[in-house]
């Protein structure tokens, strides 16, 4: 079976359209999402029902776990608009209960094995959410997960692509569909083979002008939202 690897989406729903656009000639089968498919950007609830209407798997990302802290205790929600935007207060405002609640109940971590093909699916690394793991991590740090019963490690996180081995595991990132942080990447994904092991990763270009004016416009007092889509 062949999967699509996506995460980091981030509210970004002219991202994600692009992404699921050109995962339809790789006859992609299911997604895994890494989560974070919320914050940061503006449009969370054209994300969820994007997502909704393919077959995918999710896991809980760091920003869905402000969101679920910011619906619980609003009081938390001004100090993460002041660093990361108002996509979560979108979020609560424009989701309905039953998607918030949805929300919250996605797991943290999912275990699947399909064709025999173990796969660890996670945000920031199996043992913490809100670790990450980088393409140039030193074998020492790797050395945790060189043990774990799988194939495949599937995380998100960084926003950036990756591809590595600790022991026989391999850990893949798919970089970020909704916020890459590699020069030259548009919506990042990425696919994998089940069969044959082989990962692939993908760049699908779209049209960020209305997205980076909706940044300048929602908060020019966080210049970063709009200049990290303009690193193409």
Known sequence: MRLG?????????AALQAALNSMLNCKIKKILVTG??????F???AVIELLFERPCVYVKGNHEQML???????GELDSIESKYGCGL???LETLSQSQL???ESIPINVSLNIGGCKILLCHGTPSNNESYIYPDAPQEMLAE???LPYDFVIMGHTHY??????????????????????KGKDASWASLDTKTGEVEFFSATYDATSLIKECKKRHPEIPYLAEVLLQK
């Open 145 to 147: 997960y060189s043990s």
């Open 36 to 41: 974070d498919m919320i914050g940061y950007y």
């Open 68 to 74: 679920k802290r910011s619906r619980h205790n609003p």
């Open 101 to 103: 609640d949805w929300i």
């Open 161 to 182: 692509p990756m591809n590595i081995k600790a022991g026989t595991v391999r850990l893949v990132n798919p970089g970020s569909v909704g916020q890459p942080r590699t």
């Open 43 to 45: 449009n969370p609830k």
């Open 89 to 91: 207060r979108l979020a």
């Open 5 to 13: 690897l996506i995460g980091d989406i981030h509210g970004n729903s």
